[in-house]
């Protein structure tokens, strides 16, 4: 028996020409071990979207919380989950960690969201996030007429405004621009410069009275002002050419779905550029600039872009003197199949 072992384990390293690792074995069933249980499944589906803090979870799935950390750790020791301190709470979200097991990660996460939520679990999720939304408008309700100073404490418009601009320049249609979270307003008459039509997009009423005020102390004709969130944007049926989202992210309940909803409104071949902080632990900022996330990982972003059926564009990364790290992105939405041109009907014309 001992010969036929020792004969077995020859011939697989013959055949895979590999080494036996017991570690990628231990992960392995690590990985399955965690994704055996089907609460800790329906965990990792809530956290298709957005991150939870554990007392978020235990509310969620109406649990104690002592029970849903023993499961969060044993996601977490399976690289299904990664934790993340903001603020005084830890949060988690879907790992962007790549291991020796992705491709069946992958699979797992995809037969999970092919599983509709209850609900209960749905409608749990929107309380949460409806809280997230009214600090955060609360935040800019209160602050309106200082936001610009607390702004600059991490990263002022001119730190990253001709970077934007810059890539405005280089984009090919000219129709309709939406921009979301215009703040002050600073972009606004960029845009009309470039684009035929611009809409203004913002969620705070007061900080749409300022971008109004911006634009017509400059004299900007023309641009549509919209009291609303993305959401709305899907709902009044827009089609958008380019969209900017800067510095608005961090400020949004579920940045994930933010990106879906601009997916919908972004014409084929449109772009949606994107300025972020980059993941930070200045905690300060929270409650001296209304963040809800302390910046956001570039693989996290672009994961949310793929989910959304959008492509990586440009990036660029821009060091600030104050530690703080910028980054912007493009990213594209492809044309359907049936409405790319062909190379024959091309040369026709
Ligand atoms: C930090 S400011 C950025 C302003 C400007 N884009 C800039 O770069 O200076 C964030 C802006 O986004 C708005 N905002 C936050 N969450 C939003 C949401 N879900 N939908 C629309 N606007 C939002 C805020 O009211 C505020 O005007």
Redesign the pocket.
């Known amino acids: 028996m001992a010969a036929m072992t020792h004969s077995l384990s020859a011939r697989t390293l013959a055949d895979n020409g590999a080494i036996h690792d017991a570690d990628a074995f231990n992960h392995l069933a690590t990985l399955m071990k965690a994704a055996g249980d089907p609460l800790r499944l329906e965990i990792l589906r809530v956290l298709r979207n957005n991150a939870f803090a554990a007392l978020e979870l235990s509310d969620i799935f109406a649990m104690r919380q002592n029970a849903m950390s023993h499961h969060l750790k044993l996601l977490a020791r399976a690289g299904l989950v990664s934790s993340r301190r903001e603020g005084t709470h830890i949060f988690y979200r879907r790992s962007t960690q790549h291991s020796s097991h992705d491709g069946l990660r992958e699979q797992i996460l995809n037969a999970v969201d092919s599983c509709p939520l209850g609900d209960e679990i749905v409608e749990r999720i929107h309380r949460i996030e409806e809280e997230r ?1 009214a600090t ?2 609360e935040f ?1 309700r209160a602050n309106a007429d200082k ?2 100073a607390q ?1 600059d404490l991490i990263a002022g ?1 001119p730190q ?2 001709e970077a934007v601009v810059a890539a405005l320049d280089k984009l090919p249609a000219r129709g309709t621009v939406l ?6 307003g ?2 606004l008459a960029d845009l009309c410069q470039r684009f035929e039509r611009v809409i203004a ?4 009423a ?3 009275d ?2 109004r005020g911006f634009a017509n102390a400059r004299q900007l004709a023309g641009i549509d002002f919209i009291h ?3 959401a709305a944007a899907v709902s009044t049926g827009l089609a958008s050419d380019a969209i ?5 992210l ?4 579920s940045p994930a779905s ?1 990106i879906a909803d601009l997916a919908k409104v972004l014409k084929p071949g449109g772009v949606l550029l994107v ?1 972020e902080l980059c993941q930070h632990d200045q905690d300060w900022a929270r409650s001296a ?2 963040d809800l996330w302390l910046g956001f990982d570039a693989e996290e972003l672009s994961q949310w872009a793929r989910a959304a059926g959008l492509t990586d564009g440009g990036c660029e990364f821009m060091p600030l003197k104050n530690g703080f790290r910028v980054q912007l992105r493009q990213f594209i939405q492809a044309f359907p199949k049936t409405t790319v041109p062909r190379r024959e009907s091309l040369q026709g014309v």
Do not use: I
Request: aromatic share 10%.
């Open positions: 939304t955060s408008r800019f936001f610009r702004q418009y990253y405004g921009e979301v979270g215009p703040g002050e600073e972009l997009l913002d969620n705070s007061e900080m749409l300022r971008a609303g969130d993305t900017t989202l800067n510095m608005v961090h400020h949004t309940p933010v300025t600039c209304g």
